[in-house]
C-alpha cells in the first residue's frame, strides 16, 4: 500500500441526486470534494426511462441522461468524480478514514453519505426483461404513463395501498396483490384502498408471469391456496414490496432505524457522529424523490461546510 495516504475536506459516497448535489454545492463552496460513485453510478434514476417531475425539465428528461447532467455540473466545479465502491468506514476518531474497493484508504474531515436505496424485486425473469418498459417500482414516478389504464400493483405494506391510491386517481382500475389473505398496512390505508372503487384487492394472489414482449399487455397470477391461474389485461405493473437502504457499512457505527434507514437530527442531516451526514433515500423512507434527495444533498454540504468552518475556528 502506497506511504502517502491521500486526503480530502468533504468525501461523498454516493452518486444519485442527493450526492451530486452535495457535490456542487461543496465544490463551489472550495471544499474540492471527493465523490465515490458506488456500484450503480447515477443511482435509480439510471434504470427509470422518462423523469416528468424533476422541476426545470418541461419536456421531461431520461433518468439516465439527467443524471450524466447532475454529474457534469459537479465536475464543472471541480468534484473529482470516482468509479468506486466504498466497501469501510472508519469513524471513530477524526478525520475518518474510509476505505475504497477494500484497498485504497482515504483520509476524510468530513464524510457525506448519499448511498440510496434500492426497490425490492420479486425476483422472476419477466420482471427484469420488462423493467422500465411497463414494470417499475415508483408510482409517483411513472403511474402517468399509465393514465386511463388498467394497472396491477403488488404489495400490501403502506407503501403499496399508497402507491395503489396514488395510481387510482390516474389509471382506470387497479387490481392489488395481495400474497396473504391479510395486509401488512395500517389500518387507515388499508382502509383507503378497501373503499376505493377503483381498486380490486385479489387476496391470496402471487404474481407467475408478466405477459408481454416490448411492453407489458397482462400479467399471469395464481391463487396460492387454490393454485388456480388468472390472465389480466393491465398494461402497467408496479412492485411496492420495499425499499433496502445500502447503508449497510454503516451498521457498526450510525444510528439507524430498525429498517437500516439512516436517522438524521430533524431539521438538518447531521448524524450521531459529529462531521458525517447522510441524505437522500439513505435516511428517508417516505418521500423518495429525486427533487428531495437534491434538496436535502444541498443540506448535506451546507452542513459540512459549516462544520468545517467551526473546527478550523476552535
Ligand atoms: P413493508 O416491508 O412494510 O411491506 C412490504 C409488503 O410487501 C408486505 O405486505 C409484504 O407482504 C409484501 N411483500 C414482500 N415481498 C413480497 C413478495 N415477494 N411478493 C409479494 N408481496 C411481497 O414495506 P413498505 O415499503 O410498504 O413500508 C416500509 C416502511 O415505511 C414501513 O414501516 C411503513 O409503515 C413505512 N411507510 C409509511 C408510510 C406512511 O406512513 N405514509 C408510507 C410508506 C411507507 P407480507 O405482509 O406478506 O410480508
Redesign the pocket.
Known amino acids: 500500500m502506497s506511504s502517502e495516504i491521500e486526503k480530502t475536506k468533504v468525501l461523498i459516497i454516493g452518486s444519485g441526486p442527493a450526492g451530486y448535489t452535495a457535490a456542487i454545492y461543496a465544490a463551489r463552496a472550495g471544499l474540492n470534494p471527493v465523490l465515490y460513485t458506488g456500484g450503480q453510478p447515477g443511482g435509480q434514476l439510471t434504470i427509470t426511462t422518462d423523469v416528468e417531475n424533476y422541476p426545470g425539465y418541461p419536456d421531461g428528461i431520461m433518468g439516465p441522461e439527467m443524471m450524466e447532467d447532475f454529474r457534469k455540473q459537479a465536475e464543472r466545479f471541480g468534484t473529482q468524480v470516482r468509479y468506486g465502491m466504498v466497501t469501510k468506514v472508519d469513524f471513530s476518531s477524526r478525520p475518518y478514514t474510509v476505505t475504497v474497493d477494500e484497498q485504497k484508504e482515504i483520509i476524510a474531515e468530513t464524510v457525506i453519505i448519499s448511498t440510496g436505496a434500492s426497490a425490492?424485486w420479486?425476483?422472476i425473469e419477466s420482471e427484469e426483461r420488462l423493467n422500465g418498459k411497463g414494470v417499475s417500482a415508483c408510482a409517483v414516478c411513472d403511474g402517468f404513463f399509465f393514465r386511463g389504464q388498467d394497472v396491477a400493483i403488488?404489495?400490501?405494506?403502506?407503501?403499496?395501498c399508497?402507491e395503489a391510491s396514488y395510481l387510482a386517481n390516474i389509471c382506470s382500475k387497479v387490481y392489488m396483490?395481495?400474497?396473504?389473505e391479510e395486509?401488512?398496512?395500517?389500518q387507515i390505508?388499508q382502509k383507503r384502498v378497501m373503499n376505493n372503487p377503483k381498486i380490486e384487492i385479489l387476496w391470496n394472489t402471487?404474481?407467475d408471469e408478466i405477459l408481454g414482449v416490448d411492453e407489458v399487455n397482462g400479467v399471469r397470477v395464481y391463487n396460492n391456496k387454490t393454485g388456480e391461474k388468472r390472465e389480466l389485461k393491465v398494461s402497467g405493473f408496479f412492485v411496492?414490496?420495499?425499499?433496502e437502504p445500502n447503508t449497510s457499512i454503516f451498521k457498526e457505527t450510525i444510528d439507524m432505524d430498525e429498517?437500516g434507514y439512516i436517522k438524521t437530527i430533524p431539521g438538518s442531516t447531521k448524524t450521531n457522529i459529529e462531521g458525517v451526514f447522510a441524505c437522500g433515500d439513505a435516511q428517508d423512507?417516505?418521500y423518495r424523490q429525486a427533487v428531495t434527495a437534491a434538496g436535502t444533498g444541498c443540506m448535506a454540504a451546507l452542513d459540512a461546510e459549516r462544520y468545517l468552518a467551526a473546527v478550523e475556528l476552535v
Request: aromatic share 0%; glycine share 14%; net charge positive.
Open positions: 425490492k420479486l425476483g403488488v404489495g400490501a405494506g403502506d407503501t403499496a399508497e396483490l395481495v400474497r396473504r395486509m401488512r398496512a395500517s390505508m402471487e404474481t411496492a414490496i420495499g425499499h429498517n423512507h417516505i
